[in-house]
């Protein structure tokens, strides 16, 4: 491929992917309520979110969802990377493969067989079950992050720290977590966002009398318009622009 | 100390495992289990066991649907596979410092919420959306062309939003793919299409096979997809899935529907093993062996 063509074919992509992204976080700032034409520059959607009480209270809910889920996934997730990259055990193959297999199951799959499992132990639908369900689909994200890093250590740091008497919890809190800190701050950061963004297993693993951000979101738009949308959809989406900037900036230092 | 070293051990292994059998081995066989049971419509679901929910789904009524979505969901990988092909391709050529930044602005919208995205094509294809309004403004058209609420909206939807998912594994094929083969290739005078067709395709399989995976199996499930963009004719798998969880309350059925896809996901699984074992016996070519 000529480079010309090579960097346009490129070019034309990337823009078809940001320009709807675009026209939303314009839109967020149109006074023209069905956002046919540009009605001058306004913070008033923006204000509705705010003053609205059921969206904010969706909007806290899903912040403490997605903080207790990002955080106890990133907590068994750093362990079980550890795991995997420092012991030999009975069954490990059969744990990869648990982690292989759940990053690749479509998320409705997983949503479904978290309902009749939850059903089956007879846990209520609601804050616990939600945050079930997002530790569980954050989990592999966080092992194969910091597996990943671990990967890149030099092992004789750690074989000779036992040598020297240290006690497994000891490396892992001295040496092990400081080195592995930037993957493991990305694995959270990673994981609040997949959390914070989850439509599908939220949808069927919540509970009536627990409302969150973007189920919220997903009955506004299937009624209609709604310019308040434009404005909580633009905030999420550059929470998560963000974070993921920083998470990937985390990874690559080292580098 | 013995103990210590054993208790941090079998904390580390132990919490993640016991997690991943609870919530992720256990209940997918729970989902097979149950889309064996009978609908209930006090417990939800009962016994005795038989293949009903099976049965039912090659209703005709059904049989379509799946057919609908499984072509819609094609028809998204097939257009991914072939935008996904030539730009990790393109990327590839870049210089190595351009790689990962490139690499970085198409997976970073996967970070961000799909629903919203979704929403955002709604917006832009609408009767009243951008495309529409250009159209009429430059004298094209003088009434609205009906663009969402149709099959190509809902293909394009998924499109949109599952790229990232092709690219990323097409990426990690090529970028592993020794350029070596190439020269000798041309050295034996073969053209740019045969060295595509006899050397890229054939090696960079595995990475074909899990991108199309990783788009197909999800656009099944995306319900939002079909919901905001396709209106209530054009339904995919996962619309119907959520119908019978959670507004008529069939369970057996609604996992039946769930287990076509976990059979559909283990064919692939099966078939992107077959094609890394293949590339590891054919392409060992790469790195330490020469």
Redesign the interface.
Known sequence: ?APIF?WG??GL??T??????L??VV?SFNASK???KWGGFTFKWYEKFWNNDGLMTAALNSLTVSIVAASVAT???T??A??LHR?Q?K?KAL?SS??F??M???????A??????F??LGIKLGFVSLV?GH??FC?PFV?VAVYSRLKGFDMKMLEAARDL?A???RI?WKIILPLALPAVSAGWL?SF??S??D??VS??VTGPGYEIL?LK??SM??VGVSPE?NAI?TI??VV??V???IS?LLL?EDK | MKTNVGQFRFWAIGLASVWLTLFVFFPNLLVIFTSFLTRDPQATVSLPINADSYIRTLDFLYLKVLWDSLRMSLLAMIVCLFIGYPFAMAIVSLPKRWQPVILFLVILPFWTNSLVRTYAIQFILGNQGIINKSLIGLGLIDKPLQLLYTQFAVILGLCYILLPFMVLPLYSALEKLDVRLHHAARDLGAGPLSRFWHITVPLTSPGIVAGCLMVLLPAMGMFYISDLLGGAKNLLLGNVIKTQFLHTRDWPFGSAFSVILIVLLGFMLWLYFRASRFVSKQGGLNGSDF
């Open positions: 491929m090579r074919f490129m992509i990337l078809l992917i940001y320009i709807p992204i026209v939303l839109n069905y956002g046919i907590i068994i997730g362990l079980a550890v795991a012991y055990f069954g744990l648990m982690v297999v759940s690749l199951t479509p998320e409705i799959v997983m479904i067989s978290l309902l009749i499992v059903m089956a079930i530790i569980t989990l092992i008497g006690s497994e919890s892992f990673l966002t997949l914070l963004d439509v599908i949808a069927f973007p979101v997903y738009v299937r949308v959809s999420l989406l998560s622009l974070l993921v900037v990937q690559r």
